[in-house]
């Protein structure tokens, strides 16, 4: 990794999850928000991988276009409805997220 991939990494850690303090006052409490953290930083990290190295068109990668916060606004849209069946289905995305997760090439079924 170079420096500015780093740099980027920690400023998602601050801005894109908000963490930039934890206010817990019980180490079990601690431990568990820094794992949540440590998850989300690994996701978060692995959308900037896809968006880095995946084609738009042929000269520009997706991140000219996105961002990785453009990426999770998205996917926040993306419901999973559950019916009294015990079935689960998943509500209809819109056509721009389901354009991004195609070129993403990221299955949600």
């Given at each position: 990794k170079n420096r500015d991939e780093i740099e980027q990494y920690f400023d998602h850690f601050k801005n894109t999850?908000?963490?930039a303090c934890s206010h817990m006052q019980?180490?079990?409490s601690l431990e568990g928000w820094m794992f949540i953290n440590h998850i989300s930083m690994?996701?978060?990290y692995r959308l900037f991988r896809i968006l880095k190295t995946t084609p738009?068109?042929?000269?520009q990668m997706?991140?000219?276009k996105y961002s990785i916060n453009d990426a999770i606004e998205h996917m926040k849209s993306i419901k999973q409805i559950r019916f009294a069946s015990g079935e689960f289905v998943f509500s209809e995305m819109?056509?721009?997220t389901k354009i991004l997760l195609n070129q993403m090439k990221?299955?949600?079924t």
């Amino acid at each position: 990794k170079n420096r500015d991939e780093i740099e980027q990494y920690f400023d998602h850690f601050k801005n894109t999850i908000d963490a930039a303090c934890s206010h817990m006052q019980r180490e079990e409490s601690l431990e568990g928000w820094m794992f949540i953290n440590h998850i989300s930083m690994q996701v978060i990290y692995r959308l900037f991988r896809i968006l880095k190295t995946t084609p738009m068109n042929k000269k520009q990668m997706l991140i000219h276009k996105y961002s990785i916060n453009d990426a999770i606004e998205h996917m926040k849209s993306i419901k999973q409805i559950r019916f009294a069946s015990g079935e689960f289905v998943f509500s209809e995305m819109n056509k721009s997220t389901k354009i991004l997760l195609n070129q993403m090439k990221i299955s949600i079924t």
